[in-house]
């Protein structure tokens, strides 16, 4: 079994998930959240807060492996600065204890939890749900990065079943 | 004395400075450099890359108080996303050592070097040559990190003649 957390991170609220993928690919939800953040008093209090509540998510649940959605472009340069210093944030937090952090594109993550690249946000809130046994609606962010953990969970187990070393594998993304 | 730690952030180089502050004003280089970044496998590796060499130059230098530019604007999107990811990395490496981030202006920090915010870089690079006494050309990077460890040490030593209490002021920012 192996734990895996996954990130949607944003300027004001950044999504965690986290999964548990058995040895034989089965899935089992442990913790979902969204952290908001607003309110304090400089920039880098708010980055600090990221960094230290994911810390904190990441001793309560002790993920092995990590994965976060690869941006590609935002709205303008304004709001890409701020989702930037959001992301490497949440970024550090996790190197930070010692896990490998993988990236996935938007569309892999879909294609991965709802099987096509194209799926709306609705689908893929619907899908997770249906996938983790969850009752009731999900957050977004929560329901995001519950995707991005299970797009991992998919890839890393399908590659596991094809062969390739694990390290050439890490070394590829 | 009070040892300050100044930052430039970049995607591809961030320059680091570090100063000295006597209680009389009175300045004095301790250490400089530029981190040049690129060639690790994925981009979470060059966030951690960031991350972990400040953590090692802050345990090694033990700076009290540390400062960086503020960012207000980038040329694109994609570049706002890079500089930023890397300017959140910086940020939270200084503030996992428990220290304060203090965010200056770029024309704050000229004004504070060269004593009006429309010096070009060439003056500011000068300038920092004669206030710590560096012999020879200074590499552009290190010098602006070294330039808003300057700033923030005019700030904090005229704050403190006029009076106001350290907490508001840190609040203030």
């Not at 944003?10 to 899935?27: E, K, M």
């Not at 944030?89 to 938007?106: F, K, M, N, P």
């Amino acid at each position: 079994m192996t734990r895996i957390l996954g990130i949607d991170p944003g300027s004001q609220r950044t999504g965690v998930g986290v999964i548990d993928v058995g040895d034989n690919g089965a899935l089992a939800h442990v913790w979902h959240g969204a952290l908001v953040i607003g309110g304090e008093a400089t920039f880098p209090l708010r980055l600090k807060r990221i960094f230290d509540e994911l810390c904190a998510i990441i001793g309560a649940h002790g993920p092995a492996e990590a994965a976060i959605e690869r941006v590609f472009m935002a709205r303008n340069a304004d709001s890409a600065l701020k989702l930037g210093q959001a992301r490497g944030a949440a970024v550090c937090a996790v190197v930070s204890q010692g896990i490998v952090v993988h990236e996935y594109a938007a569309t892999e993550v879909k294609q991965a939890v709802v099987g096509t690249g194209r799926a709306d946000k609705a689908q893929v809130q619907h899908m997770i749900g249906m996938i983790l046994g969850l009752k009731g609606p999900l957050q977004a962010d929560a329901a995001d990065a519950l995707a991005i953990a299970i797009a991992h969970a998919h890839t890393r187990s399908s590659i596991e079943r094809v062969g390739i070393p694990r390290t050439a594998w890490r070394r590829r993304r």
